[in-house]
């Protein structure tokens, strides 16, 4: 990779948790843990190499698998330490060890006592996974032997769930680890490294999700389609290989969860439609699907947000890049393996509006959540949408003091993402009765129009694609 995009904000986490290391030196326990986790492919092992880089500090790696045993994972981190940078790494040489105890006494002997190091176990849920005893060993080991030399120990993980669980009051590691979150590269971060203005730039994310092994195959101000056509022509490209390889890895052997997620993928929404189109699941079925979807993070469940509480849940899938993928590439890779990516394509261009259209509007929830001038009201807490069985209405944006059900609404808005068509007088009167029909709203609730083509009216507070995308600098 010739340039390292983005990722400022959790270098400097990082750079300020070493500084602590540093600074402690030999006082006492020196060693910090940091439990980062981000969705697969966000280029969570990519951060963590160019830190290390950056350090120049000594260093060891170990990624453990998904496919091996535990006998697998010492051999392999016996390996991983004997060419490693740490000073005493000769140590590991002709090494054995039995469990993951001496493998970690093996490690805590390599350590210098007199200088940082830094020590990486990346896809630490696959270690649990293969044994299920590494939390409490890790726990004994960290509190005896690693906190009390100068090393920065980066856990990382792409189990969201896992990840997120090894912190809590019940779990052997309890509050010895900061938490950090790798995100997806962000909007303006696509835009800066492709070359892109905002509304191209929002396009390029919704088809990316912001992972970097996409972006770096995406030529330089190259457009949707141009890049697409190139994509869709080569089966092996990252476009078409990252969905089905996270996939792979979050769900091995559930052929359940895959069913009921590309119903969700192929745009189906509520229990009752998403249960049919995975081919009539029984309810028992579907809901632990859903309930394995959810748990996992790949998919959300949200429901309408207003001041009137509301059982009609809806879901879509959470990552961008795997909404776009399951949506057109994951049905008809077969076409594109076959030389036929141009029937792929052809596909593409005729949904893409409308595809489009709902797929920007979580993403513009949190642009708009997260924008600080020209943005929300003051007060608010919480953004979403809101809808009834019938749809009628289904309300784009609703900003709220809090939610999931809210005492105050602070703004009702419309999100008008058409390529030429600003947001019009006709628009401005569906939005006036949407907010009659909105609990909570009242005649002196702010009306906000988010427009790619802008608004042509007055009466409202209208939002583009730049200050959307001013909002992730």
């Known amino acids: 990779m010739a340039h390292f995009y983005g990722r400022n904000h959790e270098l400097r986490t990082l750079d300020r948790l070493l500084h602590r290391v540093q600074e402690r030196g030999r006082a006492g326990r020196a060693g910090r843990a940091v439990l980062i986790r981000g969705r697969r492919r966000v280029g969570k092992s990519r951060l963590v190499e160019e830190f290390i880089d950056r350090s120049g500090l000594p260093s060891l790696f170990f990624t453990a698998s998904a496919q091996s045993s535990t006998a697998t994972d010492l051999r392999l981190f016996v390996e991983a330490g004997a060419t490693s940078t740490l000073p005493q790494a000769a140590l590991f040489a002709g090494q054995t060890p039995q469990d993951w105890d001496a493998a970690l006494q093996l490690l805590a002997a390599a350590l210098p006592a ?30 005896r032997e690693l906190s009390r030399k100068p090393v920065l120990l980066l856990c990382v993980g792409s189990d969201l769930a896992m990840m997120e669980r090894l912190n809590e009051y019940d779990r052997p590691f309890h509050q010895r680890g900061t938490e950090m979150v790798v995100p997806p590269l962000s909007p303006a971060d696509v835009a800066d490294m492709l070359g892109l203005e905002p509304a191209e730039a929002f396009d390029a994310f919704l088809i990316s999700g912001g992972l970097p092994l996409v972006l770096e195959e995406w030529p330089a101000n190259a457009g949707v389609f141009d890049y697409l056509e190139s994509a869709l022509a080569d089966p092996t490209t990252a476009l078409i290989v ?4 996270s996939l792979a890895a979050e769900f091995p052997a559930d052929a359940q969860a895959r069913l009921v997620l590309s119903a969700i993928g192929s745009g189906e929404r509520t229990h009752t439609l998403i249960g049919r189109a995975a081919g009539g699941l029984p309810a028992t079925s579907l809901n ?4 394995l979807l959810t748990a996992k993070r790949v998919v959300e469940a949200v429901t309408p947000l207003s001041t009137r509480p509301s059982k009609e849940r809806r879901y879509y899938v959470a990552d961008p890049h795997l ?12 076409e594109v393996e076959r030389g036929r990516g141009d029937l792929t394509l052809a596909r593409i261009r005729t949904s893409w509006s409308s595809w489009r259209g709902r797929a920007v509007e979580p993403v513009v929830r949190e642009s708009l959540f997260r924008l600080r001038d020209g943005g929300l009201p003051d007060g608010t807490g919480a953004i979403g949408g809101y809808w009834t069985r019938t749809n009628d209405p289904e309300i784009d944006l609703v900003a709220a003091d809090h939610g999931p059900v809210a005492k105050h609404v602070t703004a009702v808005g419309s999100i008008k993402w058409l390529e030429r068509k600003a947001f019009d007088g006709h628009d401005l009167s569906r939005l006036y009765v949407h907010r009659t029909q909105l609990p909570g709203a009242t005649e002196s609730t702010p009306l ?15 939002v583009g694609p730049e200050q959307l995308l001013s909002a992730w600098r």
């Open 448 to 462: 906000i129009a988010v427009s790619r083509a802008g608004v042509a009216v007055d009466g409202v507070q209208a």
């Open 288 to 291: 632990r699907a859903l309930h």
């Open 323 to 334: 909404r776009f993928w399951l949506a057109f590439l994951g049905p008809h890779l077969t």
């Open 114 to 143: 007199d200088e940082p190091s830094i020590v990486v176990l990346d896809e630490m849920p696959y270690l649990i996974a293969n044994d299920p005893g590494f939390e409490g060993t890790l726990q004994k080991l960290y509190d």
């Open 242 to 245: 990252s969905g089905e390889r």
